[in-house]
């Protein structure tokens, strides 16, 4: 129970990846805040985050991070709900496959409303209070993608480049205790992913919920700014 008495935000936390973290966080004895948009999904994690942490309480409230009074309403209930908030991984995220000369004005807005402002409001707004713990943790999920442009992927790839750019620049600006870092996973079997391609990647969400608790945990050691690629091969400090 190394996170007991913390309380964590995490965001897409209705499902694939954001679940696992939520649960991983919790068995460490976290209290979670889940945030998405979808309101089953979310009641859903939150029941099973209620059953898995023996000293864990759990708050779904139902988010859409690209709206600023929104992720201002999940802030202060998170607050009014723990009283304290130590931990932001920002997780929710969104993709489509195509090639750039196909991608619409709309999908390209989604994905950098989602992807890039969505992290951007929910930093601004939580910022405040993490730097009052002195020892806060926000963790950006990124993607390999924001390492390695890969095809059909560009305006995607170019969301997740623009996290890791803001995660290492905002580890510049608080310094200090609060520690600031990326995770990149590469395929992970999601439900989004599958939507994507025919083959089963290699990671499942609980690898990548791992690596998000490690670096919650005192005395991680890696430097506040990094980016940490999750592959099947041993995790790669980059």
């Avoid at 979670?32 to 708050?59: C, D, K, M, N, P």
């Avoid at 999940?74 to 009283?83: D, N, P, R, S």
């Avoid at 690596?211 to 592959?231: A, K």
């Amino acid at each position: 129970m190394r996170l007991e008495g913390q309380t964590a935000i995490v965001t897409g936390g209705g499902r694939g990846i954001g679940r696992a973290i939520c649960l991983a966080l919790a068995r460490e004895g976290a209290n979670v805040v889940i945030a998405a948009r979808t309101w089953r999904e979310i009641q859903e994690t939150e029941r099973l985050v209620e059953r898995v942490g023996s000293s864990s309480r759990a708050l779904a409230i139902r988010t859409d991070v690209r709206d600023e009074a929104g992720v201002q309403h999940l802030i202060e209930k998170a607050i009014e709900g723990f009283g304290r908030l130590d931990i932001l991984v920002n997780n929710a995220g969104v993709a489509y496959r195509k090639f750039l000369a196909d991608t619409s004005p709309e999908e390209y807005d989604k994905i950098m409303d989602t992807n890039v402002k969505g992290i951007f409001l929910c930093t601004k707004y939580a910022l405040p209070h993490l730097l009052k713990r002195g020892n806060g943790r926000i963790i950006n999920i990124a993607s390999v993608e924001g390492k390695h442009g890969v095809p059909k992927l560009s305006v995607y790839g170019a969301s997740k480049f623009a996290v890791i750019g803001l995660t290492e620049a905002l580890a510049y600006e608080v310094g200090g205790g609060l520690q600031v870092y990326a995770v990149c996973p590469a395929g992970v079997d999601t439900e989004m992913y599958s939507s994507m391609f025919m083959v089963e990647p290699a990671l499942k969400p609980n690898n990548v919920a791992k690596q998000v608790t490690e670096l919650c945990l005192p005395g991680t050691g890696i430097p506040s700014g990094s980016t940490i690629e999750v592959c099947k091969s041993p995790v790669r400090l980059v």
